[in-house]
């Protein structure tokens, strides 16, 4: 395991050491939405977790975010991770420039076949993401990972490690933590929410959304893509949508 965390390590470091130098398209936003697709997320979660995504990217207050900066355009992959050898490309890098591309990228989205297997290492998920960030052919004025979980971190390299790279290298992890309709442990959000809170989520501005059954997931995605889109301090959030508890790195 130890040699493989170290190979597994050493390709995303390489990957971004090795890449030729080019001309990178300028964007205002670089997001990974990185979602929960292992074993505990069943067929129909998941279906609704990408229909959310999809709709918070559609939706127009996203959709003027995305496209309102200095550039006019960012760019989105979406990721679905599981087990410690299992992270993968849903959707690969799609510039977000109006109407069109992010009805494509929903498009993209929901009809993808599913990948993901095994339970449920974030910290891979992470130096997946943040490996994406930096080999693409785009430089944008943020870098941000949104990452979903429903389960705290199992296997893969060590968390402090993920997290302090991506910080490092000026990239935001926000968080999304999920209670499952139906479980058994109902406390378990809050602990998830503070485990996210205290060991996964970084950066500048870094939050976490917490949902649970009582609340829909489309409207707690909708709520944190706003918030990471226009990078809204926790004095401005007044007018948000109501889904999901919200708590920002360091309360």
Do not use: C
Not at 19 to 25: C, L
Not at 63 to 84: C, D, K, N, P
Request: hydrophobic residues 50%; charged residues 20%.
């Amino acid at each position: 395991m130890v040699a493989f965390m170290a190979t597994l390590l050493g390709v995303f470091v390489s990957d971004a050491a090795m890449k030729p130098a080019m001309a990178q398209e300028q964007v205002d936003l670089e997001l990974v939405l990185a979602a929960d697709g292992s074993g505990s997320i069943d067929d129909e979660e998941l279906r609704l977790q990408r229909e959310g995504y999809a709709r918070a990217v559609r939706n127009p207050r996203v959709l003027e975010l995305l496209t309102g900066g200095i550039h006019g355009r960012s760019v989105i992959a979406f990721v679905e991770w599981g087990s410690a050898e299992s992270q993968h490309t849903i959707v690969d890098w799609m510039v977000i420039d109006g109407p069109e591309s992010a009805a494509a990228f929903e498009a993209a989205l929901v009809d993808a076949p599913r990948q993901a297997w095994g339970f449920n290492s974030i910290s891979n998920a992470i130096a997946y993401s943040q490996n994406l960030i930096q080999t693409n052919p785009y430089k944008g004025l943020r870098r941000i990972i949104d990452i979903s979980a429903d389960a705290g971190n199992i296997g893969g390299m060590p968390l402090p490690l993920a997290r302090g790279n991506a910080i490092a290298a000026g990239i935001t992890i926000n968080g999304l933590a999920i209670s499952r309709p139906g479980s058994t442990r109902p406390a378990r959000a809050v602990s998830l929410e503070a485990e996210f809170r205290e060991q996964i989520i970084g950066g500048a501005g870094a939050f976490v959304v917490t949902v649970d059954e009582t609340i829909s997931f489309a409207e707690a995605v909708l709520k944190k893509m706003i918030l990471e889109v226009a990078g809204i301090a926790p004095p401005e959030i007044a007018g948000l949508p109501a889904g999901g508890r919200l708590s920002f790195a360091g309360n």
